[in-house]
């Protein structure tokens, strides 16, 4: 049955291990135990059981919420959970009361990108040269 918990301490390893598969500049157990710690932060995992699908991340800066990364696990891909997992960001968001969503994604993710666009994100700039592999989009939507 999916549903989706918040990551404790006790997750940064499995997450940081996602990490490692699937983000260029992959962020390290230290940096995810802080980032579980802050209040301001949070990150959902999308679970079946005892597995971890995915999740993503956000942080409120007061109006505004800045999207971590969102991961799916190769092996769940295309079956929508980045979808559920970017709604459960909007929620948490709403909430907590954001006007505006940001995130960044390499452009050459075009999945990510397809994703984001589809629920509302449009592109506000580049940071050229940000990611070894290719320039960042800056993404933006209201909520």
């Known amino acids: 049955m999916l549903e989706f918990r918040k ?3 006790g997750d940064c390893a499995a997450i940081a291990e996602m990490e490692s598969r699937y983000i260029e500049c992959p962020w390290s157990q230290a940096v ?7 209040e301001l932060s949070t990150i959902y ?4 059981g005892a597995e971890i699908l995915g999740y993503g991340g956000l942080k409120m800066v007061m109006d505004t919420a800045e999207v971590y990364n969102i991961v799916v696990d190769e092996k769940h891909r295309r079956k929508g959970y980045g979808a559920l997992i970017l709604e459960k960001l909007f ?3 709403i909430r907590y009361g954001a006007c505006e969503m940001f995130l960044e994604v390499n452009e050459n993710n075009c999945a990510a990108i397809g994703l984001y666009t589809s629920h509302g994100f449009k592109i506000s700039y580049m940071r050229k040269n940000y990611y070894k592999s290719g320039n960042a989009l800056i993404l933006k939507r209201e909520i």
């Open 45 to 48: 995992m999308l679970c079946d």
């Open 7 to 9: 990551a404790g301490i």
């Open 91 to 93: 929620e948490h968001a």
């Open 32 to 38: 995810l135990r802080q980032t579980v710690s802050d």
